[in-house]
């Protein structure tokens, strides 16, 4: 069985274009920071209507949590406000404007049923890796978090994890200001907060409580072999543990470099080079077989 020129040249261009679909080749959000899946979220600290009390766990170590839009317990009459409805938790355009590009980031929270946020601080709840759902190379990304008693402008970093098994040469720094702070990254701002101090009976903060967003320019950074990061397919975020009080990451979004190589060839492509060489490669072998037998019988 021989295999002509253009059959090849045709296996290869569907190859590329199933890769380029995969990768997000022609998105409206092109020149934007969209939504990155990830895996890893390991609590559930935003109160959503009907739970039971306590069903949430503390997002700064004292008690206190966020809380859906409506979320409070209608009798207290309270009327602050609330993270957008667990109805409307698909993309959302961050309120901050995107330094790294001309658009703003388009964020993705996690389902307030389950768990929404990687937790960092917490004993209770161990884990500081997410791992991406789908490896791609990104130029930029965008962090969405915020802690509780750590006090003020707090900073934290992260260590990316590529592919072909390097990191990041250096910890990547990002900002994930106290919920209770002023700076003007704010995602989110004018929060409430909720407490279940005692049973059944909720303690809600009116004040001001803010999520931040950190961009970061991946073409100006190297790999720990000397590669760009923006070049290179990211695998998982590792996030440093603060020294005190709680860090919570709720969303990364990213702009995709589509230029960027991963080491590993698709499964896809192996799984159908295989196929086509076990036909040749056993007729090959059986021919080889009936020769051998047919000299032995003369």
């Not at 409430?192 to 909720?202: D, E, K």
Request: glycine share 12%; net charge negative; hydrophobic share 35%.
């Amino acid at each position: 069985m021989r295999i002509g020129k253009s059959q090849v040249a045709k296996f290869l261009f569907a190859q590329a274009w199933l890769v380029s679909l995969s990768a997000g080749v022609g998105h409206c959000w092109a020149n934007a920071a969209v939504s990155i899946g990830l895996t890893g979220w390991n609590a559930d600290v935003i109160y959503v209507p009907g739970s039971a009390p306590g069903s949430v766990q503390s997002f700064d170590g004292s008690g206190y949590a966020w809380f859906e839009s409506g979320g409070y317990p209608p009798a207290y009459g309270y009327t602050g406000t609330g993270l957008v409805s667990v109805e409307d938790t698909g993309p959302f355009v961050s309120a901050w404007q995107d330094t790294n590009n001309s658009n703003q980031t388009e964020f993705q929270f996690q389902p307030y049923t389950g768990n929404n946020v990687l937790e960092l601080g917490n004993a209770a709840s161990p884990g500081q890796t997410l791992t991406l759902t789908t490896p791609a190379g990104y130029n930029n990304l965008a962090i969405l978090a915020a802690s509780g008693n750590i006090g003020g402008d707090a900073t934290s970093t992260f260590t990316l994890t590529f592919s072909d098994g390097s990191t990041t040469s250096a910890p990547i720094t990002y900002d994930p200001y106290d919920w209770g702070g002023g700076n003007s990254q704010k995602v989110f701002t004018g929060l409430a907060r909720m407490q279940w101090s005692n049973g059944s009976n909720p303690t809600i903060s009116s004040a001001s409580y803010n999520m931040y967003e950190t961009d970061i320019n991946l073409t100006t950074l190297t790999s720990s072999n000397g590669a760009l990061d923006s070049a290179k397919y990211i695998k998982s975020i590792t996030f440093a543990e603060p020294t005190g009080g709680r860090i919570g990451v709720f969303a990364i979004s990213g702009v995709q470099n589509t230029s960027a190589t991963d080491p590993l060839p698709e499964p896809s492509t192996v799984s159908l080079l295989a196929a086509a060489a076990v036909p040749l490669l056993f007729r090959r072998r059986a021919g080889q077989w009936m020769h051998r037998c047919h000299k032995t019988a003369r």
